[in-house]
């Protein structure tokens, strides 16, 4: 059993002499009206299932980590940034459960890495599921707007550069290199200096469209992998615990050594995130792209604080969109307890998985449908502008987080970062309606 979440860090002598968060800040910043709607309960009973019974530091409040992820992706901030932001603002510090103001950060920022590993994507999801609660209850989202959805797939990049032969054969040197010298193993040669002067002429041959000085070099990069390769596995024959150690790093090396451009099937594209995928979208500007594929699902109605996101979830293995239908629309439900009547989505969902059929509508699909679902799927392009604000703005165009749980995750906290950014609006504008007027009234010359 868990044991209870620690309470906000108010506790000390010299809090006495403070004055309060309460006393310096506007209390009717959207930021703070915001915090008050959040259930901080329910986040902490989701949040406090990972806390183990027993001695040692009290674990940080759940509030204080669950506040982090909500700014860091509503704001598209950093760890590094963020912690910045919070020590310098005071509303950062209220929204995370702050009594009174610190000059100092209440957390390590390595905190954060340890509590997304902690966590994951099925407690994390928690986030995603409040925004939308907190939509209903201001009366942002209404439950008639959860009926009818649409659906789109897009690619999360990760965090790499960009794969060539030439790169990844100069870059797995450098790491088996860089590794044995950890490791304490001898090579005869490193050949460090002469493979990167091999990878700087594969650049320069092929863009002076002198490919057959290209291919030499880089049959050169990958002569020397080959001949490193075997020198290590000649030291480390007879220690099992160093073959254990390098057959990870090894495995990888070995696959970008005989790999090829216009070879089929799966390939390696990072060294450093060997769970990187090539996905073509069929774009103009970007043929080919790398990282993962992630569904999003938005009301194809127009609610009134905006086009929140319902559901976010990256899939792995490069699947056909068809086949992440059911997963979409099962997980979508999930979110909100409601059920779905309607699904719309684009041509590439032909031949989908989904059971219920006649629930879910094609762009072009014309037959058997009413003036309202031609509306409706005349708004089944609305997915995406919401796709590019969740990339553009919340972190989710480049993605720094590790391995697939990285990507999942991620993908979660960018659709709830978008979610509390479109609430954040949503309470101001309330705010300017509720008061606007008052001061108008006030301002406004009185009849004699």
């Known amino acids: 059993m868990g044991i209870e979440v620690a309470e906000p860090r108010d506790y000390r002598q010299a809090d006495l002499f403070r004055p309060s968060l309460e006393a310096i800040i506007d209390m009717g910043h959207p930021l703070v009206r915001l915090a008050g709607k959040i259930d901080w309960g329910f986040l902490d009973r ?14 940080l409040p759940a509030r204080l980590i669950a506040g982090l992820f909500i700014l860091k992706h509503m704001h598209s901030l950093s760890d590094e940034a963020l ?13 995370c459960g702050e009594r009174v103001f610190r000059h100092a950060l209440a957390f390590d920022r390595s905190s954060l890495t340890r509590w997304r590993k902690r966590l994951g994507e099925e407690r994390l999801s928690a986030l995603l599921q409040e925004s939308l609660r907190v939509a209903h209850e201001t009366e942002a989202l209404a439950r008639k707007d959860l009926e009818q959805v649409a659906v789109d797939t897009t690619v999360q990049p990760k965090a790499i550069a960009h794969p060539t032969d030439a790169r990844l054969a100069h870059r797995a040197i450098e790491k088996l290199v860089g590794f044995a010298q950890r490791n304490g193993v001898a090579l005869r040669q490193s050949y460090l200096r002469v493979a990167k002067r091999a990878a700087i002429m594969v650049s320069r041959y092929a863009h002076a469209h002198q490919f057959n000085r290209a291919n030499r070099a880089l049959k050169f990069l990958r002569t020397r992998l080959g001949r490193l390769i075997r020198d290590i596995n000649r030291k480390i ?13 090894r495995a990888l090396a070995v696959k970008v050594r005989f790999q090829s451009q216009r070879q089929r099937g799966p390939k390696v594209y990072s060294l450093h995130a060997p769970e990187v995928e090539c996905i073509g979208k069929g774009k103009a500007r970007a043929p080919y792209e790398f990282g993962c594929k992630v569904s999003i699902a938005v009301p194809i109605t127009r609610p009134k604080g905006g086009q929140f996101v319902l559901h976010a979830k990256a899939l792995h293995g490069n699947p056909f969109d068809g086949h992440t239908l059911k ?57 995406e502008p919401v796709i590019g604000h969740v990339k553009a703005d919340h972190r989710m165009g480049r993605n720094y987080l590790k391995g697939q749980d990285g990507d999942r995750i991620n993908a979660v906290l960018a659709a709830a970062g978008f979610n509390f950014h479109l609430l954040l609006r949503w309470l101001a504008a309330l705010l300017r309606a509720i008061f606007l007027p008052a001061l108008q009234s006030l301002v406004s010359p009185q009849p004699p």
């Open 237 to 249: 024959a007879g220690d099992p615990a160093l073959a254990e150690r390098f057959a990870p790093l």
């Open 46 to 59: 989701r949040f406090g299932e990972v806390y183990a019974a027993g001695d040692g530091q009290p674990p």
């Open 83 to 95: 912690c910045a932001r919070w020590v310098e603002n005071p509303y950062f510090q209220y929204f």
């Open 327 to 383: 997963i979409a629309v099962a997980d979508l439900e999930g979110n909100t307890g409601v059920e779905v009547r309607r699904i719309h989505v684009d041509k590439g969902y032909r031949g989908h998985d989904y059971p219920n059929r006649f629930r879910v509508w094609i762009s072009g699909q014309v037959r058997r449908a009413t003036a309202a679902i031609k509306r409706e799927m005349k708004r089944r392009a609305a997915v």
